[in-house]
T-cell receptor, first 114, second 114 residues
């Protein structure tokens, strides 16, 4: 089955700096890659996703890049703010397969220091 | 508010006991997913139901079972509880059976086994 590795497990940045979180996946058939943000004590919420037919997607201060050859995708947050502090999860799925399972990485705790 | 309702929010029980967690998906969503969140393991996929039928199975123990009822609500049954079963259990829902769209998570049920 799919295995998703996420790094780093913790990340601390100064307000205004950029943050990058990286994930690798094992199943070359995976073609859908969402990112979820979970604030302390809250539920995970989707912040951005990318499908394998594109290499990059942006939404204001966040962007995701995908390298299918390397089976690697990354989340980039620019101009970080204290409210960006949360746990971020990457995930991968093969939407065309018979297994409907969305596999998550173990998460990255991002702390943005004022 | 995601529209996904989970009850109870908190549950404290003893080893060997059995509990039932309940989830009502968003109106119109046919798929329900159960995830277990422990401190070091991130979001572990347990099982998915679509319109009453099991669609995908993850790392769900034999002591655990789930079902989705005709009104689309779902229940996760945990039996012969062990200390290691203490975790936050999330239910999520989506419109279709393939998760190539947003998963809407409930607030979670925090289970503590003493």
């Amino acid at each position: 089955g799919e295995n998703v590795e996420q790094h780093p497990s913790t990340l601390s940045v100064q307000e205004g700096d950029s943050a990058v979180i990286k994930c690798t996946y094992s199943d070359s058939a995976s073609n859908y890659f969402p990112w979820y943000k979970q604030e302390l004590g809250k539920r995970p919420q989707l912040i951005i996703d990318i499908r394998s037919n594109v290499g990059e997607k942006k939404d204001q201060r966040i962007a995701v890049t995908l390298n299918k050859t390397a089976k690697h995708f990354s989340l980039h947050i620019t101009e970080t703010q204290p409210e960006d502090s949360a746990v971020y999860f990457c995930a991968a799925m093969n939407s065309g397969g018979s297994n409907y399972k969305l596999t998550f990485g173990k998460g990255t705790l991002l702390t943005v220091n004022p | 508010d995601s529209g996904v309702t989970q009850t109870p929010k908190h549950l404290i029980t003893a080893t060997g006991q059995r509990v039932t967690l309940r989830c009502s998906p968003r109106s119109g969503d046919l798929s329900v997913y159960w995830y277990q969140q422990s401190l070091d393991q991130g979001l572990q996929f347990l099982i998915q139901y679509y319109n009453g039928e099991e669609r995908a199975k993850g790392n769900i123990l034999e002591r655990f079972s789930a079902q989705q009822f005709p009104d689309l609500h779902s229940e996760l049954n945990l039996s012969s509880l062990e200390l290691g079963d203490s975790a936050l259990y999330f239910c999520a829902s989506s419109v279709g059976q393939r998760t190539t769209g947003e998963l809407f998570f409930g607030e979670g049920s925090r289970l503590t086994v003493l």
